[in-house]
């Protein structure tokens, strides 16, 4: 006996996905906007005081940084994009969904830092290699309060963006939150460096441009694995795994779990699954069991999208 069963849940008309999924699809996209508009006001008004108060103080150090958090109004937008397409319900061009397009953006964004800390570490090493840094101008006050004001407000939208990146269970904004903290680490080295040069030492405001630069390529790194992670269909980390096949083991009329396999989809998760259960019960029995499996992963895993259960029959040892 062998059967195969796929919950066809009620969908809503517009969106061509589970109402459920509607619904969260419809919050979550409300939350992502929001977060978004929150995030560029606050950049482009950091951006402006810190990049006057760069040239006005002549610190390179805090211009690096001001282009580094001007960044993060296109990486904003990118992330909201992304989300966006994300939360749209299958259609007949991608009948599994769009989540997968989250992850694109999330490449999008890594590729942009990547570019970023290349160019602020260039130009830092340029003005370390010159020498002659009795030259160099030394900074001025100014820069030195931004890059404190810069430490405060984007630790501030790290916290807040990372909290709505976990309710939407947005790879996309929680990279955008990491990119406010590499940009509140990078305002760090610029508060070092703009103190060193004014201690006596200018070239120190060059070596926190290239400091920015690393804490920015790292963050680059980590964003572009994990969405890669993500579009290649990896398996779900083992504790998930587990946790997947203990509640499937716990089911009533499950006697043997033969296969489990999970695999990324974006942020979703799908599920394939063979079950044993008693090879002389009615189809119509084993087709509840299979229909309890399904269902109960769906209830109980918020981020399952999809669920297949293959049953096969279960023959004791005697028989």
């Not at 402006?48 to 937008?77: E, R, Y």
């Not at 305002?187 to 460096?193: F, T, V």
């Not at 083992?238 to 089911?251: K, P």
């Amino acid at each position: 006996m062998k059967n195969s069963v796929l919950k066809k849940e009620k969908t809503n008309a517009g969106s061509g996905m589970p109402v459920r999924e509607a619904q969260n699809a419809g919050v979550e996209t409300h939350l992502a906007e929001r977060v978004s508009a929150v995030s560029i006001a606050g950049n482009v008004l950091l951006s402006a005081f810190k990049l006057f108060a760069g040239v006005i103080g002549h610190s390179s150090a805090m211009v690096s940084d001001a282009v580094h958090s001007l960044s993060d109004v296109v990486t904003t937008v990118i992330a909201l994009v992304g989300v966006k397409i994300s939360k749209k319900g299958a259609d007949a061009g991608h009948p599994y969904g769009h989540e997968r397009f989250e992850c694109i953006s999330s490449e999008i964004l890594a590729a942009l830092l990547l570019v970023t800390g290349i160019g602020i570490g260039m130009t830092g090493m340029r003005t370390i290699l010159a020498g002659n840094y009795d030259a160099l101008t030394v900074p001025g006050i100014l820069p030195l309060a931004a890059a404190i004001v810069s430490i405060l407000s984007k630790e501030w939208m790290f916290r807040y963006t990372r909290a709505c990146a976990k309710k939407m269970h947005s790879s996309a904004f929680m990279a955008d939150a990491w990119h406010h903290r590499s940009d509140a680490l990078s305002s760090i080295g610029s508060l070092a460096g703009i103190a060193g040069a004014r201690a006596g030492f200018p070239v120190l405001d060059s070596v926190a441009a290239v400091v920015i630069c690393l804490f920015i390529l790292k963050v680059a790194v980590d964003i572009f694995r994990d969405a890669a992670r993500k579009l290649t269909d990896t398996a779900c980390d083992e504790e998930y795994t587990q946790q997947v096949h203990d509640f499937i083991a716990r089911q009533e009329g499950v006697r043997r779990i033969d296969l489990l396999q999970t695999r990324m989809f974006g942020e979703k998760v799908y599920v394939d699954v063979e079950i044993a259960v008693d090879a002389h019960m009615e189809l119509e029995d084993a087709h509840a069991i299979a229909e309890r499996v399904h269902s109960g992963l769906e209830k109980s895993f918020d981020n399952i999208k999809h669920v297949m259960v293959h049953v096969n029959p279960y023959e004791t040892p005697s028989e």
